[in-house]
């Protein structure tokens, strides 16, 4: 069955940087585009950064465009997401999903991904 694993989660200070791993198993990895995207308590899941199948291209939210970095490797079945000058608004839980075709935007909404990961926690602290 399908299965995507976040790990990286955890507490962090302001500043501080992060990297995010997606593990995929169970649906055919290449032929599908892979996002991030988080929820702060309270509030609803927002698309943060996306990238196509072959990893040409790239997405952000204005809100992490400069300081995330999203990367894939299509031969580890795994999507990256480097956080680097952490802020306190970076607190939510991530979560890795799954999409076969990006909008035309690049900028999927939560609705339309595919396939979901559990999601991993992360905390910064100012």
């Known amino acids: 069955q399908v299965q995507l694993v976040e790990s990286g989660g955890g507490l962090f200070e302001a500043g501080g940087t992060l990297r995010l791993s997606c593990a995929a198993s169970?649906?055919?990895?290449?032929?599908?585009?892979m996002g991030w995207f988080r929820q702060a308590p309270g509030k609803e899941r927002e698309f943060v950064s996306a990238?196509?199948?072959?990893?040409?291209?790239?997405y952000y939210a204005d809100s992490v465009k400069g300081r995330f970095t999203i990367s894939r490797d299509n031969a580890k079945n795994t999507v990256w997401l480097q956080m680097n000058s952490l802020k306190p608004e970076d607190t939510a839980v991530y979560y890795c999903?799954?999409?076969?075709?990006?909008?035309?935007?690049?900028?999927?909404?939560?609705?339309?991904?595919?396939?979901w990961g559990k999601g991993t926690l992360v905390t910064v602290s100012s």
């Open positions: 999903g799954a999409v076969k075709s990006l909008p035309p935007s690049g900028k999927p909404r939560a609705h339309d991904m595919d396939y």
């Open positions: 169970g649906y055919s990895f290449i032929s599908y585009a």
């Open positions: 990238v196509t199948w072959g990893g040409s291209r790239t």
